[in-house]
């Protein structure tokens, strides 16, 4: 399995990005990974202690972008990003408890992803969408905003890489039917089809 993956990561990026309140350069700053070990308890049910999901339908966090988790979960707490669950989970979150989490998480090591060998195929489809875009929709190749490795580029643009293909499928969905909003992704993810979009997510589960 390592001999696929280092076939396939040479780089996935999809711009799942939201630039929430909270601004990334003062979460790199004012964080503390020390005091955020100590508020993961409303997390760890969903996405473990070490930020590393082992539910598909729940995302990684760890090795996530400086930045990038704070200005979720204040779009979940402001009600900018809908999840009826994330609402209830950030509602005694302060922002401070927010920088906290988000730098506990940005400094944990992410595990690496795989494939079987049936899923190779696809993955391999999801590539060349990936590395040259969907010219005949004027769909940008996405490793343009998140680097050739899938890590991101920060502050605005998070980690994708080794991140689960259900999670990253069912955003890319959510995009393309305007139930979450982003301009951007909006717009990117609304001409590819659902083979496309499933394609892309398992390419994106491989890189590490």
Partial sequence: MRSVLTTLAAGLALSLSYTGSVNASETAAMGDAEAGAGKTAVCVACHMADGN???????????????????????????????????????ALSEQDMLDLDAYYASQAPKVGSLTPEQEAAAREGEAIYRAGVAEFSVTSCMACHGPDGKGVQPN???????HATYIEKQLLAFKDGTRKDPMMNDIAFPLSAEQIKNLALYISALY
């Fill in 53 to 91: 999901s082992v539910v598909p339908t729940f995302p990684n966090l760890a090795g996530q972008q400086p930045g990038y988790i704070a200005s979720q979960l204040a779009a979940f707490k402001s009600g900018e990003r809908k999840d009826d669950t994330m609402l209830g989970m950030t509602a």
């Fill in 157 to 163: 643009y998070p980690r994708l890489a080794g991140q």
